[in-house]
């Protein structure tokens, strides 16, 4: 987390030039096309093109490493229990089975374990263009992205003093567990049963509530003593004029929504499967 | 300018107005303290000048409170803000721009301004404040003094032409509080906006000129005055405020005060009519009694602690705490003082040097198992609070440890009884005040039987009366031979209360000695943000020998005092 208190990683690169909400339209885009096909050949070349995207924004490793790795770990499980719970499911797909693997109660076969690799490269291609998103987009930029695409700016504003506080929250919740230690009050493995651990957490969130509460009333005071909420509309700090990018990748970003709709309408109708 | 004509609120949940019978009229381009205890109605008195009475806080309004002549019945709060800046107490709260550009731009953005026109004001006014480097500083980096300017910038925008200070002096040391004081001069010297400061540290804001000082306890206006005129008279000592420093001396001292010596001027000082009085006064004061020398109970030696490995953020610190001893750490904001805190508690461990605790070296301790000698107070009870009576939260400490339910019940009535809580016992914690709170959270740490107490700012949300009050019961407890490091940056306190003082800046220790040497030694002062208190000043312009002579007199006279009262 950056002092900011945010996921943002400040930078220089294309992607951090671009307006929120065209990086939101590339990343519904993105999803669009990723969810209409089930076809490796799209997905490698869609990770490809995200990697190479991803590599350009220059985001250091250490800062999106966990959400890389909780990616991985819920593919891991994901596959896991596809070929444990439908072992044969691929079959239903290609009308052929190849038995591979004997697990029992069933027989894990080679379509399956294609669908399993398609599937995973489907999920892992939205992982580049999602990082972009969160990693390059500054939170008050994109408040007022969300504002620009119509959503009222008193409920964008809320999501961006929701993302500000997190890091507040969490200093908090540290201190307040390190004073409960000191009495004697227990957290973790080995310090008291499970239960009572359980108990010992929920107890804080009594303190929790209450200056969570108090901080809401600062700020919504300081916010209605400076004059928001005055007019229906307002301006932006953070808001640039769109730029060429911008317009070069909104277009970008439509075609590439249409050019999937027509390729799946005509051309990679299922699921591929070449072996 | 601003006008209050028998003026009452009461806030609807409650049964009693707040505010009785105000009048007072503010004039253009004035510059006027309005000072109280807690509870006296200024924080009540401020929010109907902003507007947030009665727009946020509901309630029963009755006489007229004029803006500009005009009456704010019927008015929105938008508008009165367009003349009434406020600058809230709470500086981490009030900041909603992620950058120190978008805090200042918040209210242009509110406006709908466009946005090139926008940059262009919010470089004048961080300008104006001489924070333009900063401008894509998060405001968390900021210091205390910097955070402040960074809001005033904010305020300075809006165009309002008279500026409210809610508590400016509250969360910054010193250092920090005397620059601000002379910021907000400097700002009414440039702009002549009005200026309205609600404070109750009043030695502090009297460093600045101030044209009146508006007293009020119990929701009604005590005294109007000039400041020669309030600090001449008993007015702010009969109302459970604290007098400048160098006031009580002389008053001490049996000096006859007037309006006409000039007395909030500590260098234009009525000098002739003082000094044979405080020469007198000075001279009597028997050396003060040194100690006897008694165990270490802790034992720090040459730590040294870096979170990353390479930046070292203390850097070889040594210091003991007696038995029974009162030791300040003092120093200012990122000195070091919370990081040594957390090393003593065991929240994180030194890369090299000693803890010892009663001899026994405790670095392998865990948090739990120095939690059953060192008891930690938060400076806010309320994020320590967990149950909902006070018998339960006193007793949740010594439930965990499992020690029968007869022994809870003798040990938590004995404990209530010493901390004067023992009449509300069966009461819920909600209904209790900030200090009774803050009563409580020691009652559930002595529970636990600690030998060490660390308090993180015990007196910060508290006025003088509550502060005195509960500081006497601190020095109670070491009379009984129980042992307290205080971590603050009020000075009064460290003067008052306890026995020495280790001063840290840029994790090290700079001083180690008696309080009254140490904040009269200006190499100190300088390095931890501290500032020369008011008695050495005195000293100095009257003449007498030794600054530090003076203030351990002080110290030690003032001791008597409150233990006759």
Known sequence: MSKMGTLYAPGNSIFHRMDGSVKMLLFAAWTIATFLFLDLRVFVVMLLVGLGLLLSAKIPFRRIRVIFWVMIVFNVFNTAFILLITPTYGSELTGTSTPVLNIGYNTINLETLFYVLTLTTKYITLLPISLLFIFTTHPSQFASSLNRIGIPYKIAYAVNIAFRYIPDIQSEFRSITNSMQMRGIGFRKGDAPFIQRVKNVTSIAFPMLYSSLQRIEVVSNAMELRGFGKHRRRTWYHMEKYQGIDYLVGTLSILLIAGSIWMKVSVLKGFWYPL | ?565
């Open chain 2, 1 to 565: 300018m601003i006008s209050f004509h028998n003026f009452s609120f009461q806030y609807q949940k409650l049964t009693e107005p707040t505010l009785r019978n105000i009048n007072l009229d503010i004039r253009p381009g004035e510059k006027i303290l309005i000072a109280g205890p807690s509870g006296s109605g200024k924080s009540t008195l401020a929010h109907c000048i902003n507007g947030l009475i009665p727009f946020t806080y509901e309630g029963k309004l009755e006489g007229t409170m004029t803006l500009h002549g005009e009456s704010t019945t019927g008015k929105s709060i938008f508008e009165i803000s367009q003349s009434v800046g406020t600058i809230l107490q709470d500086l981490d709260g009030q900041f909603i721009g992620l950058s120190v550009g978008e805090d200042v731009a918040f209210s242009f953005e509110n406006d709908g301004v466009p946005r090139a026109q926008m940059k262009q004001e919010v470089e004048r006014a961080l300008t104006t404040v001489n924070m333009l480097d900063y401008i894509d500083q998060s405001p968390h980096d900021l210091s205390g003094g910097q955070k402040q300017r960074v809001s005033l910038a904010g305020i300075l925008s809006t165009q309002a032409d008279i500026l409210l200070f809610d508590e400016p002096l509250a969360n910054l040391d010193p250092a920090s509080g005397k620059q601000a004081m002379k910021m907000i001069d400097d700002i009414h010297q440039q702009t002549n906006k009005t200026i309205i400061i609600i404070e109750h540290r009043i030695e502090d804001v009297l460093e600045q000129l101030i044209d009146r000082i508006v007293v009020m306890s119990e929701g009604e206006i005590q005294a109007i005055g000039t400041p020669d005129e309030i600090l001449s008279s008993d007015i702010l000592r009969k109302h459970g405020l604290r007098e400048p420093l160098y006031i009580e001396a002389l008053k001490y001292a049996g000096c006859e005060l007037s309006a006409a010596d000039e007395l909030t001027q500590l260098h234009h000082i009525n000098v002739p009519k003082f000094e044979n009085a405080l020469t007198s006064w000075y001279n009597a004061g028997t050396a003060s009694t040194s100690s006897p020398s008694k165990q270490p109970l802790l034992d720090v030696q040459n730590v040294r602690f870096s979170y990353d490995g390479e930046h070292e953020v203390i850097r070889g610190v040594s210091f003991q705490v007696q038995t029974g001893e009162i030791v300040a750490l003092l120093g200012n904001n990122g000195a070091g003082k919370s990081t040594l805190s957390h090393l003593i508690m065991g929240i994180v461990r030194q890369s090299s040097g000693e803890i010892r605790l009663q001899g026994e070296e405790i670095r392998n301790w865990s948090i739990r198992k120095r939690g059953e000698q060192i008891g930690y107070v938060m400076q806010n009870p309320n994020q320590m609070i967990t149950q909902h009576m006070i018998w339960d939260e006193v007793a949740l400490g010594l439930t965990i440890r499992g020690v029968s339910k007869e022994t809870i019940d003798a040990k938590v009535e004995h404990i209530l009884r010493i901390c004067g809580l023992y009449p509300y016992r069966n009461w819920p914690i909600s209904a209790l005040s900030y200090g009774q709170k803050k009563r409580v959270t020691i009652a559930a740490v002595l529970a636990m039987e600690p030998k060490l107490i660390i308090l993180d700012e015990p007196t910060a949300g508290q006025d003088y009366k509550h502060y005195t009050e509960f500081m006497e019961f601190i020095a109670e407890l070491a009379r009984t031979g129980l042992s307290f490091i205080f971590i603050t940056h009020d000075m009064h306190l460290a003067l008052e209360y306890t026995d020495s003082a280790v001063v840290i800046s840029g994790g090290e220790v700079i001083a180690n000695d008696k309080v009254a040497s140490v904040l009269t030694n200006a190499e100190v002062i300088e390095r931890a943000n501290l500032k020369e208190t008011s008695l050495s000043v005195l000293a100095r312009v009257i003449g007498l020998p030794s600054a530090e002579g003076f203030v351990q007199h002080f110290i030690n006279y003032e001791k008597q005092v409150k233990h006759h009262e």
